[in-house]
């Protein structure tokens, strides 16, 4: 067991040192198995390395929520500009056409909602995704809760023995709590935590300091979009982002709550993978704005 007397916040991150990709574009998966790498490589593209997910999971714990009210209004228009899905499997089911041939990582744990207590998640049946054919799973981490930390760690421990038997690639996704502080050092901690228990992705936020966050975990990091925000704000956000060592974002609010949402994501698709600037990319989202 660690000494926690003598724990050193890490200082050593090899900045500006790209961890080696050893013949396969996702980061820390060169060792795994083909099937793994393949769902991987419908996640992130294989040309640049990066993905563009659109999360509308949200109801699961929120209901319908600005934006979600009607998925078959709001998100079905802007599918065709994203990498990858995240959303529940009664959504997948009930709403999303098995003819849009998009990866899906799917919500894979459920539990409590925004009228109790937060985080008390159990795993849903590994058949589920086996049966829906996905490309990943993603599961919650709460780490800093003293009610829920072990039991969203184990969730995830669970997931990964899971997925590793069906080659599916797990995604941990950093809860954070009313207590819990937004920066570089505590996400380091619930990432690398993630990492350590067998993640192939992680979900987290973007923060000062994020460069040592991405360079310490040794799978691919995505963004969380969080709150909504001006739009030329969320796109400083990825641009930063990607910049700082993300492989991606997973953005909800901040596209299907903007003042025009294909237009948001087809922007941000091209900060992440044609490397447009922040000032360029909402030039880009104007146009198209102005264009519909």
């Given amino acids: 067991m660690a000494d926690l007397d003598d724990l050193r916040e890490g200082a050593e991150f090899g900045l500006g040192i790209q961890a080696t990709p050893e013949g396969f574009h996702v980061k820390g998966a060169a060792h795994q198995p ?5 769902r991987l490589s419908r996640v992130f593209n294989p040309k640049t390395g990066k993905t563009v997910m659109l999360a509308f999971d949200h109801g699961f714990i929120m209901g319908p929520t600005s934006g979600l009210e009607r998925i078959d209004l709001t998100i079905l228009p802007l599918i065709e500009y994203a990498d990858c899905l ?3 499997r009664g959504i997948l089911q009930s709403v999303i056409p098995p003819t849009v041939n998009k990866p899906i990582c799917l919500r894979s744990d459920a539990g409590t909602s925004i ?3 937060l985080n008390d998640n159990v795993i849903i049946d590994i058949e589920d995704a086996i049966r829906m054919n996905v490309s990943a799973m993603a599961v919650m981490l709460s780490i800093g809760d003293p009610a829920f930390e072990a039991k969203t760690i184990a969730n995830l421990y669970k997931a990964v023995d899971l997925g590793s038997r069906y080659n599916i690639p797990v995604m941990g996704v950093t809860a954070v709590g009313k207590q819990m502080a937004r ?3 505590y996400f380091g901690l619930a990432t690398r935590i ?6 192939n992705i992680v979900k987290s936020y973007y923060c000062e300091g994020f460069a040592n966050v991405a360079a310490a975990c040794p799978v691919p990091i995505v963004i969380a979009g969080g709150k909504k925000l001006p739009e030329k704000e969320a796109l400083e956000m990825c641009y930063n ?5 993300a492989a991606g974002v997973d953005m909800g609010r901040n596209v299907f709550q903007s ?8 922007a941000v698709h091209a900060v992440v993978h044609e490397g447009l600037t922040p000032d360029q990319g909402f030039e880009l ?3 198209l704005k102005a264009a519909r």
Avoid at 241 to 245: H, L, P, S, V, Y
């Fill in 34 to 38: 083909w099937g793994l790498k393949d």
């Fill in 86 to 88: 995240m959303c529940t």
């Fill in 115 to 117: 009228l109790t207590e």
């Fill in 183 to 185: 920066d570089a050092r």
């Fill in 194 to 199: 993630c990492a350590e228990n067998g993640a």
């Fill in 241 to 245: 982002a990607i910049n700082d060592g």
């Fill in 259 to 266: 003042t025009s949402p294909a237009a948001m994501i087809q």
């Fill in 285 to 287: 989202f104007n146009d």
